[in-house]
């Protein structure tokens, strides 16, 4: 496994109806890196975003989805999803208040 730096783990954020409706209860979404393990993303988000607590961390592997081109079938890239839940005296991450 490659050496993965905090800025290396966390890839964007996930921005869908279901997510931004779990941040009410300070749960928020991201793509991580796929070899990334549920330690290092509590580490890179408690680091990229200041005054931030990790309570949990859920992960979740999506296979890619097949994609056809006539009579040639493949995939699309697997991805990691990361489910973050921030403690209750925590303050909130700061890109998602816009939203």
């Given at each position: 496994?490659?050496?993965?730096?905090?800025y290396?783990?966390?890839?964007k954020?996930v921005v869908?109806?279901n997510s931004?409706s779990m941040?009410d209860?300070?749960k928020?979404t991201?793509?991580?890196?796929?070899e990334?393990?549920?330690i290092?993303?509590?580490?890179?988000v408690?680091k990229?975003?200041?005054?931030?607590?990790?309570?949990s961390?859920h992960?979740?592997?999506?296979?890619?989805?097949?994609k056809?081109?006539?009579?040639?079938?493949g995939?699309?890239?697997?991805?990691?999803k990361?489910?973050?839940?921030?403690?209750a005296d925590s303050?909130?991450?700061e890109i998602f208040?816009g939203?």
């Amino acid at each position: 496994m490659a050496d993965l730096k905090y800025y290396d783990i966390i890839l964007k954020p996930v921005v869908t109806e279901n997510s931004m409706s779990m941040m009410d209860s300070k749960k928020y979404t991201f793509l991580v890196h796929p070899e990334a393990n549920k330690i290092q993303i509590k580490q890179a988000v408690e680091k990229m975003f200041e005054g931030t607590k990790v309570e949990s961390v859920h992960t979740m592997n999506c296979m890619g989805k097949k994609k056809r081109r006539g009579m040639i079938v493949g995939r699309t890239a697997k991805t990691k999803k990361a489910i973050v839940q921030l403690t209750a005296d925590s303050k909130e991450i700061e890109i998602f208040q816009g939203m």
